[in-house]
Nanobody, 123 residues
Framework: QLQLTESGGGMVQAGGSLRLSCTAS????????TGWFRQAPGKEREFVVA????????DYADSVKGRFTISRDNAKNTVFLQMNRLKSEDTAVYYC????????????????WGQGTQVTVSS
């Protein structure tokens, strides 16, 4: 089993930045595709970004491209999501997830999920 724990969420004003962390335990994180998803109140969970096991060019949702950056530190079993120029529409619970195969933009491809961390952007 792989356990994922997110941290780093909080409240920030529009235009500000936050960095989320997702630390894995139980298995080697680098063997999995790692993704970030988010879910706003009353909305479905949506894809934000994912990076493959080989850390090729990440796949970003258009809504965050140029503002968010994913990175991974395999030695620390941790993936980071740097979020800059935050907007009110970025407000959501952010989840990290790990997948071993499948379409990395689809939440159903992911086998393991963290508990989520709240990000609130005030305008």
């Amino acid at each position: 089993q792989l356990q994922l724990t997110e941290s780093g969420g909080g409240m920030v004003q529009a235009g500000g930045s936050l960095r989320l962390s997702c630390t894995a335990s139980g298995r080697t994180f680098s063997r999995y595709v790692t993704g970030w998803f988010r879910q706003a109140p009353g909305k479905e969970r949506e894809f934000v970004v994912a990076v493959s096991t080989s850390a090729d060019v990440p796949d970003y949702a258009d809504s965050v491209k140029g503002r968010f950056t994913i990175s991974r530190d395999n030695a620390k079993n941790t993936v980071f999501l740097q979020m800059n120029r935050l907007k009110s529409e970025d407000t959501a619970v952010y989840y990290c997830a790990a997948a071993s195969r499948g379409n990395i933009r689809q939440s159903t491809s992911y086998d393991y999920w963290g508990q989520g961390t709240q990000v609130t952007v005030s305008s």
